[in-house]
């Protein structure tokens, strides 16, 4: 694999906080994960007709267009909020957990900081949703974790004093703003791009997919640099069958790519053993909170691939998970919150309880 680069400073735990060029993250990935061609085929559902319904099934499953009755959804709905109450209702409870701990921001972009839009090149954030996230990142290490290219999510968030975690975390730069969460010297910012061997695999993909999609209609195909993106939230149902069929047709031939499902979009990216859990766990180490118990990191996000994120947390008994969602889904976050404008309330009142801790904590040493 090519060499990573990074930027890093000394900090009080004895972790480097920002990754120098040249420097390799201990948690880095060995190459791509060694998966027979065979094991491929079945996996990635790429082996005929009845696959291909299976996978169109899983489409449908993870992108749901079929409401159910009023009733059934009402209690269906109450059950999953009593597993997953909402983070605004529990926000004091939230904050006696993180007391005396430092919280870590990390959120995702699409379906979380903006709202789900046909046209995935103009999910555009609010700027009251902008103003929102600058102040958060006043006051905490924040992150964005994201599917989408890197630079493309920059170009919508607009805040050089956060850290980005493009392709689902595969291309990761710190602030370029000095903040008090970033390296104050002037060297590189970090950078860390552990895919970064695939990238002509996935302009061909990339390439190959564009022509593909041609010929249905509504479907629409991303390159987020380490990943590839097909989007068919504006294509008829009836087509999703020969959709699949198409993507398939491209994937067998690259035996070291995988496929991987979020709301109405199939993604194409490096089957190496990376992921946005991956992600947090190199930017808490790259923060100095690899082995700390001081830490409370808090991850917002609403597609399935933050579950990764989830579970990471889960697994460190550190922290929580939020889910954004208006309907009940199998998750592994704590708590829940409906839709980007829950989301600013509750990064609203963040900022608000740590200003007042602020001013208790400036008054107790008058």
């Known amino acids: ?45 790429i082996n005929g007709g009845q696959r291909i ?34 983070a605004l209702d529990m926000f004091e409870q939230i904050m006696d957990a993180s007391r005396g701990k430092q919280i870590v921001m990390f959120l995702d972009y699409d379906g979380t900081l903006s709202p789900i839009v046909d046209d995935p090149d103009r999910a555009f954030m609010s700027d009251s949703m ?59 910012p970090v950078l860390f791009q552990p895919a970064s061997e695939f990238l002509p695999m996935i302009d061909e993909v990339y390439n190959q997919l564009v022509e593909k999609m041609k010929s249905i209609p509504g479907a629409r195909v991303e390159n987020n640099k380490f990943c590839a993106s097909v989007h068919f ?44 859990g991956k992600a947090l766990e190199f930017l808490l180490e790259s923060l100095g909170f690899a082995n700390c118990n001081d830490v409370f990191p808090v991850y917002i996000g609403d597609d399935k691939t933050d579950e990764d994120a989830f579970k990471k947390l889960r697994d460190r008994g550190q922290g929580f998970g939020i889910l954004v969602s208006k309907f009940p889904k199998d998750t592994t976050a704590s708590y829940s919150l409906q839709e980007p404008n829950e989301v600013m309330d509750f990064l609203q009142r963040l900022v608000e309880w740590k200003q007042v801790s602020l001013r208790l904590r400036a008054r107790s040493r008058v």
């Open 1 to 45: 694999m090519t060499q990573q680069n990074v930027v890093l400073s000394k900090t009080k735990s004895g972790i480097n906080r920002d990754l120098t060029v040249a420097q390799k993250p201990p948690a880095a990935p060995g190459g791509y994960i060694p998966i027979p061609r065979r094991r491929v085929l079945k996996n990635l559902e």
């Open 53 to 86: 319904n299976a996978w169109v099934d899983s489409m449908r499953a993870s992108s749901p267009t079929h409401a159910k009755s009023t009733s059934s959804l009402a209690d269906e709905h109450s059950s999953w909020i009593l597993r997953h109450p909402s």
């Open 130 to 188: 902008r103003k929102t996230v600058r102040k958060l990142a006043r006051c905490f290490p924040t992150a964005i974790v994201t599917g989408r290219c890197r630079d493309k999510v920059y170009n919508f968030v607009r805040l050089a004093e956060l850290y980005y975690a493009g392709s689902h975390g595969m291309d990761i730069q710190g602030p370029t703003r000095d903040s008090k969460y970033s390296n104050k010297d002037k060297g590189e």
């Open 233 to 276: 939230r504006c294509v008829d149902e009836k087509k999703w069958s020969e959709l699949a069929q198409e993507v398939r047709s491209v994937l067998k031939e690259y035996p070291k790519l995988r496929l991987n499902q979020g709301r109405k979009v199939l993604e194409i990216r490096p089957s190496i053993k990376w992921d946005k």
